[in-house]
Nanobody, 117 residues
């Protein structure tokens, strides 16, 4: 399976962004998989930001983004989204999507989010 992330940008503190991740791969039945968003800031380890079950009925969030970020999915489009609001400088990172639980051997190129005035 291939992950293609998009939507990253430079945004001011307090701003919003929506990230998208499309998937491809004939053997990847998207609707059967949980999906997740991770991020990696410079000099830091990659961390789980949010995850969503295959049906979309259950979501989990890192404490640092609860109440500000929302993960969602469109199974028909094989796409997972991350709506981000109230962005803070500490949200600056490269954001990646993956399955959930993640396959740590398979990552896309990520999308850069920079929060700065």
């Amino acid at each position: 399976v291939q992950f293609v992330e998009s939507g990253g940008d430079l945004v001011q503190p307090g701003g919003s962004l929506r990230l998208s991740c499309t998937t491809s791969g004939l053997a990847f039945a998207f609707s059967y998989y949980g999906m997740s968003w991770y991020r990696q800031a410079p000099g830091k380890e990659r961390e789980l930001v949010a995850a969503i079950r295959s049906t979309g009925a259950t979501t989990i969030y890192a404490d640092s983004v609860k109440g500000r970020f929302t993960i969602s999915r469109d199974n028909a489009k094989k796409t997972v989204y991350l709506q981000m609001a109230g962005l803070k400088p500490e949200d600056t990172a490269v954001y990646f999507c993956n399955e959930h639980p993640a396959n740590f051997r398979n990552w896309g190129q990520g999308t850069q989010v920079t929060v700065s005035s």
